[in-house]
């Protein structure tokens, strides 16, 4: 079957999900596609635009989830499938916020995205919906990148909750029992272990709300 941008990008997207970015090369690549390196460059001009390619492969995957009559359901829509992507597709988080996205889908996501806040009842100009699309952007990136980051912690280290309480619940309990940290010590005896996919909505809400809301002085 002869190569193409699109069949390099999924060669590479598949290695790079078994491996990490660390673990994609060209020599890998080419390997996975039975040819010669040299043959990549014949399609694909340096790393930078494979990963400008395989991005906007998942970018793709985003924009499935389409427009919607009202503007927070499509925007409900295409965050919670940028998180699928992003846990289908472990270092796409590491690529958000990292380098502008522009490809055709990425502009068509952040096309719809946009579209969509400019709806809301709180965006009334362009200055308002710059800071809304900043605002929703920061908390798509931090919470992404912060829960496939804890999931590879977990991974990596075999460490689950109760094995981590454990090896330092003796120290923490100590410097709580000191009593100068009265509301961490609520948060470690009391709070329970969230739902990451449900604290990621109750979390996006609250985002979505305050854009919403009306402006305090």
Do not use: C
């Not at 340096?46 to 503007?71: C, F, P």
């Not at 359901?73 to 998180?83: F, G, P, Q, S």
């Not at 200055?127 to 999931?151: K, W």
């Amino acid at each position: 079957m002869p190569l193409s941008r699109a069949k390099i990008a999924a060669t590479a997207i598949g290695l790079a999900d078994a491996h990490g970015l660390d673990g994609l090369s060209v020599r890998k690549i080419a390997k996975e596609l039975g040819v010669g390196p040299m043959r990549l460059y014949d399609y694909v001009s340096n790393r930078s635009e494979l990963l400008d390619l395989m991005v906007d492969a998942v970018y793709a995957q985003i924009a499935e989830a389409g427009q919607h009559s009202e503007w927070r359901a499509t925007l409900l829509a295409v965050v919670h499938r940028t998180r699928d992507a992003a846990l289908e597709h472990e270092w796409f988080a590491d690529l958000l916020g990292a380098r502008p996205h522009l490809g055709p889908h990425a502009l068509a996501v952040g096309e719809s995205t946009a579209a969509a806040l400019s709806q809301a009842p709180g965006v009334r100009g362009i200055d308002d919906l710059q800071r809304a699309m900043g605002a929703l952007n920061a908390f798509i990136i931090g919470a992404l990148r912060s829960e496939v980051t804890e999931r590879r912690t977990a991974r990596s280290t075999g460490t689950d909750v109760p094995a981590w309480q454990a090896a330092l619940g003796p120290y923490l309990t100590r410097m709580l029992e000191t009593g100068r940290y009265p509301t961490i010590a609520r948060l470690v005896i009391d709070g329970a272990h969230l739902n990451a996919e449900e604290t990621f909505h109750h979390n996006l809400i609250t985002v979505l709300d305050g854009i919403t809301g009306h402006p305090q002085t």
